[in-house]
């Protein structure tokens, strides 16, 4: 992954012939520049009330919502095939969605449930959560919405009870996904102050508004809730140097980790990032990627092994550590040669 500087020292042809060294599946192995390893892998999952329970997300083939049981009962399998970490995604039932969100900071609310479950069962496997309130609110919305505006301070305080919350139940990684400005500050201070030193924070800190998100939003239920976007919070799709001014930020107030979501169409900011900061990068290839490669292989248009693996390569070649994707038991079972 190291990138020598632009060779000025080719020999002309046919000195040089780039093919050699493509010649043989031998010699591919031994010149390739980036590996794909299941230690890159984070699995996304959705969880959901119940006993012994599963229900299928449609647009999403393959991916389903699990009841706590089953979801222990996955993230066992994920441990054995050496997946390193799962991230956990609630569909709330929506009558406990409020205006003020107090769902989100609840001890016994279903993503710290699943939490302390994950963490008795396998105690080895990192857990990830989501910081955001759009899996409570009333309004779909990442924030708390007053008078139709995302108030961002009032937002603050509220994510800093629901990572106290996550942290009090197990979790290793949070992953603020709400893109309020000042919150990895407030979480990490308070994390601080609780005693829970350990606890990483990787921020979703180039996050774009983006439409890639639809499936996920079906899965954990926020569709139908969600008024308006979320263009003023999250990133205009046209930026590149304020996500630097971001990434800064957020190393800044004390993110261990940043993440860039959606990942294939933002390859380029992966690698900024990664050349410029040389921190802990992370990519989230997300609901919709997920969905329009996989609608294409149920078509029978393209391979699903096969662009499962180049697309998650992209990642690695563009200097990312690991890669957030619902491929990740697929592509595990697939370097097993499972
Ligand atoms: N805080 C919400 C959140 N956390 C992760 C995703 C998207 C993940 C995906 O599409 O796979 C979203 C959706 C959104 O911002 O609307």
Same mark, same amino acid.
């Given at each position: ?10 020999? =002309? ?22 590996? &794909? ?19 299928? !997300? ?13 979801? @222990? ?6 441990? *054995? ?8 995604? =609630? ?64 937002? @603050? ?29 407030? !979480? ?12 990483? !924070? ?9 439409? %890639?998100?639809? =499936? %996920?939003?079906?899965? @954990? ?28 930020? *957020? ?8 993440? @860039?979501? =959606? ?5 380029? !900011? ?11 990068? %992370? ?51 697939? &370097?097993?040669?499972?």
């Amino acid at each position: 992954m190291s990138r020598a500087p632009h060779p000025t020292t080719v020999a =002309p042809f046919p000195m040089t012939r780039l093919r050699r060294t493509r010649s043989s599946a031998a010699l591919r192995n031994l010149v390739r520049e980036n590996t &794909l390893t299941v230690d890159d892998l984070i699995w996304p999952v959705f969880v959901v009330d119940g006993e012994d329970h599963e229900d299928a !997300i449609p647009s999403m083939p393959g991916v389903t919502r699990k009841s706590v049981d089953r979801l @222990v009962v996955a993230a066992r399998e994920a441990a *054995d095939l050496g997946i390193p970490a799962i991230c956990i995604f =609630p569909n709330t039932d929506p009558s406990l969605k409020t205006e003020a969100c107090e769902e989100a900071w609840n001890p016994d609310n279903l993503s710290n449930r699943a939490i302390r479950a994950i963490k008795a069962a396998v105690p080895d496997l990192a857990v990830m959560t989501d910081v955001a309130l759009d899996p409570y609110n009333i309004n779909g919305h990442d924030g708390i919405v007053v008078d139709g505006e995302i108030v961002n301070d009032e937002t @603050v305080e509220a994510l800093v009870k629901m990572a106290l919350a996550q942290a009090e139940a197990g979790a290793d990684i949070l992953g603020p996904s709400d893109m309020m400005d000042g919150r990895i500050g407030a !979480i990490r201070h308070a994390l601080e102050a609780a005693d829970h030193r350990n606890v990483t !924070i990787m921020s979703y800190t180039a996050k774009y508004a983006s439409a %890639f998100y639809g =499936p %996920f939003r079906d899965a @954990v239920g926020a569709s139908g809730a969600l008024k308006g976007d979320k263009k003023t919070y999250q990133m205009d799709p046209a930026n590149s140097e304020e996500a630097m001014r971001l990434v800064e930020r *957020d190393l800044a107030e004390g993110a261990d980790m940043i993440m @860039v979501k =959606p990942g294939m169409p933002y390859l380029d !900011i992966c690698q900024r990032v990664k050349d410029t900061f040389g921190v802990p990068t %992370f990519a989230y290839q997300v609901s919709g990627e997920y969905a329009m490669l996989m609608a294409a292989a149920e078509n029978g248009w393209l391979d699903a092994d096969k662009v499962m693996v180049e697309s998650l390569m992209a990642f690695k070649r563009a200097g990312c550590n690991g890669i957030l994707t619902y491929f990740a038991p697929r592509m595990a079972r697939l &370097l097993k040669g499972l």
